[in-house]
């Protein structure tokens, strides 16, 4: 059974992810380039996946299968970092940039902390 | 003399709770507060419910935009999904929660009335029984703090089978209000956590449809003006929760918000914690005060629920 702090760290995790996806929302809607369109959308189904992934975990009891489970969760979260560089270029608007940079670095904080 | 006075409200009010007259008037707050459990119950299935289509609907247009695009090798039509946030078993399971929090109200609601037989009707007590044995068998075991509910969920049962431990409301409640609270606190992490992951799909979908929307736009020009009107009649009837009018100003989109609707649900819940609180702690008006509290709530959730599925 997870305890309650891991319990705590994912639900953090999955509210900075739906943070990173609500700023990335709203870049969507900026967006008119159809290129930069279909990268936005490849990027949120990934964050997506992860929120899922992490819905998931928090149901998990079993210690065995927890921990199987955050390994997974852990090593998406290590790809979010390569994402990054990939958000600045796809995002027109910097601030916006920057804020759906900013949420996923602290929802990988949360998950490293699994 | 004012520990006197205490003393003699004290006695007066657990004599209220217990004595045959003080039960005839204390039956209709319980009523009440039996019939906003079930309430409560109702609401929090249909939103799990919710939480699946949500996830089923972000599935189908997923696929169709893959093919669409040329990502997938087919499309399907049939609309059949595996559900990736919550299952028809998980859904199974947290039916079982609600069926504890509504036999406990049942059964409070037996323990206030004036007859001398305090036991449940024979379905109630089937219920029970097989909650009973669900919880003996580790049923519950795929949710967060499994052990603590199984727990409290065999806790509710006997309670509820019980015919001699729990001879009054004020004892039942004391005795069971860390096992509600349990339940109702695991439901609500839950809750919340999963209005996070409807709104992950409604916007998935959105997303989703700019995509093809741009790729259309390229190809049609001033004709994709009919595919963005078709593409918002379907965004208007796509979240679980409700559907929404073709435009609508931001301050009365919150309505239709999954996280806002988990925010009622929550406060209902929490309404039944208090309510047997007040229970518990004895007072009349404080039980009648919490018990309308409790109904109010849940009728707002569950108007909100069918105003929204309109």
Same mark, same amino acid.
């Given at each position: 059974?997870?305890?309650?702090?891991?319990?705590?760290?994912?639900?953090?995790?999955?509210? %900075?992810?739906?943070?990173?996806?609500? =700023?990335?929302?709203?870049?969507?809607?900026?967006?008119?380039?159809?290129?930069?369109?279909?990268?936005?959308?490849?990027? +949120?189904?990934?964050?997506?996946?992860?929120?899922?992934?992490?819905?998931?975990?928090?149901?998990?009891?079993?210690?065995?299968?927890? =921990?199987?489970?955050?390994?997974?969760?852990?090593? %998406?979260?290590? %790809?979010?970092? =390569?994402?990054?560089?990939?958000?600045?270029?796809?995002?027109?608007?910097?601030?916006?940039?920057? =804020?759906?940079? %900013? +949420?996923?670095?602290?929802?990988?904080?949360?998950?490293?902390?699994? | 003399?004012?520990?006197?006075?205490?003393?003699?409200?004290?006695?007066?009010?657990?004599?209220?709770? @217990?004595?045959?007259?003080? !039960?005839?008037?204390?039956?209709?707050?319980?009523?009440?507060?039996?019939?906003?459990?079930?309430?409560?119950?109702?609401?929090?299935?249909?939103?799990?419910?919710?939480?699946?289509?949500?996830?089923?609907?972000?599935?189908?247009?997923?696929?169709?935009?893959?093919?669409?695009?040329?990502?997938? $090798?087919?499309?399907?039509?049939?609309?059949?999904?595996?559900?990736?946030?919550? @299952?028809?078993?998980?859904?199974?399971?947290?039916?079982?929660?609600?069926?504890?929090?509504?036999?406990?109200?049942?059964?409070?609601?037996?323990?206030?009335?004036?007859?001398?037989?305090?036991?449940?009707?024979?379905?109630?007590?089937?219920?029970?029984?097989?909650?009973?044995?669900? $919880?003996?068998?580790?049923?519950?075991?795929?949710?967060?703090?499994?052990?603590?509910?199984?727990?409290?969920?065999?806790?509710?049962?006997?309670?509820?089978?019980?015919?001699?431990?729990?001879?009054?409301?004020?004892?039942?409640?004391?005795?069971?209000?860390?096992?509600?609270? !349990?339940?109702?606190?695991?439901?609500?992490?839950?809750?919340?956590?999963?209005? !996070?992951?409807?709104?992950?799909?409604?916007?998935?979908?959105?997303?989703?449809? /700019?995509?093809?929307?741009?790729?259309?736009?390229?190809?049609?020009?001033?004709?994709?003006?009919?595919?963005?009107?078709?593409? /918002?009649?379907?965004?208007?009837?796509?979240?679980?929760?409700?559907?929404?009018?073709?435009?609508?100003?931001?301050?009365?989109?919150?309505?239709?918000?999954?996280?806002?609707?988990?925010?009622?649900?929550?406060?209902?819940?929490?309404?039944?914690?208090? $309510?047997?609180?007040?229970? $518990?702690?004895?007072?009349?008006?404080?039980?009648?005060?919490?018990?309308?509290?409790?109904?109010?709530?849940?009728?707002?959730?569950?108007?909100?629920?069918? @105003?929204?599925?309109?």
């Amino acid at each position: 059974m997870p305890a309650t702090d891991k319990i705590k760290n994912i639900t953090s995790a999955a509210a %900075s992810i739906r943070q990173a996806q609500a =700023s990335l929302m709203q870049a969507s809607r900026l967006c008119s380039d159809p290129v930069k369109s279909a990268k936005i959308f490849a990027e +949120y189904n990934h964050l997506d996946s992860a929120l899922t992934q992490l819905l998931h975990t928090l149901a998990i009891t079993d210690d065995a299968a927890f =921990s199987a489970a955050t390994t997974l969760l852990k090593q %998406s979260a290590q %790809s979010f970092q =390569s994402d990054q560089t990939q958000l600045q270029a796809i995002i027109d608007d910097a601030k916006t940039a920057a =804020s759906v940079v %900013s +949420y996923i670095t602290q929802a990988v904080g949360f998950i490293m902390k699994l | 003399m004012r520990f006197l006075a205490n003393r003699t409200v004290l006695i007066l009010t657990t004599g209220f709770l @217990t004595s045959c007259s003080g !039960l005839s008037q204390i039956q209709t707050p319980i009523n009440q507060f039996d019939q906003g459990a079930h309430s409560v119950a109702t609401n929090e299935m249909t939103f799990l419910k919710a939480v699946e289509t949500a996830d089923c609907n972000s599935q189908f247009y997923a696929s169709a935009h893959d093919w669409a695009v040329g990502k997938g $090798a087919n499309f399907d039509i049939t609309g059949t999904c595996n559900p990736t946030i919550l @299952t028809d078993q998980q859904i199974q399971i947290r039916q079982q929660l609600m069926d504890a929090l509504t036999l406990y109200a049942d059964k409070m609601l037996a323990l206030s009335s004036s007859d001398e037989n305090k036991t449940l009707d024979s379905n109630s007590q089937q219920l029970a029984t097989n909650l009973n044995a669900f $919880a003996k068998q580790q049923g519950f075991s795929n949710l967060s703090a499994a052990t603590d509910i199984e727990a409290a969920v065999i806790g509710i049962a006997e309670m509820a089978l019980d015919q001699k431990r729990f001879a009054d409301i004020q004892t039942a409640a004391k005795s069971m209000a860390s096992s509600l609270k !349990l339940i109702i606190d695991t439901l609500k992490t839950e809750n919340t956590n999963f209005a !996070l992951g409807v709104s992950s799909k409604l916007d998935q979908t959105e997303i989703n449809f /700019r995509d093809i929307l741009m790729n259309t736009h390229k190809q049609r020009g001033a004709m994709s003006f009919f595919d963005v009107v078709e593409a /918002r009649q379907v965004m208007q009837s796509i979240n679980p929760l409700g559907s929404s009018p073709l435009a609508t100003p931001p301050s009365s989109q919150t309505a239709y918000d999954p996280s806002h609707v988990a925010d009622q649900l929550n406060s209902s819940l929490d309404a039944i914690v208090k $309510a047997n609180q007040a229970i $518990a702690d004895g007072s009349t008006s404080g039980i009648i005060a919490a018990v309308n509290d409790l109904v109010t709530r849940a009728k707002a959730a569950q108007t909100d629920q069918s @105003t929204l599925n309109k």
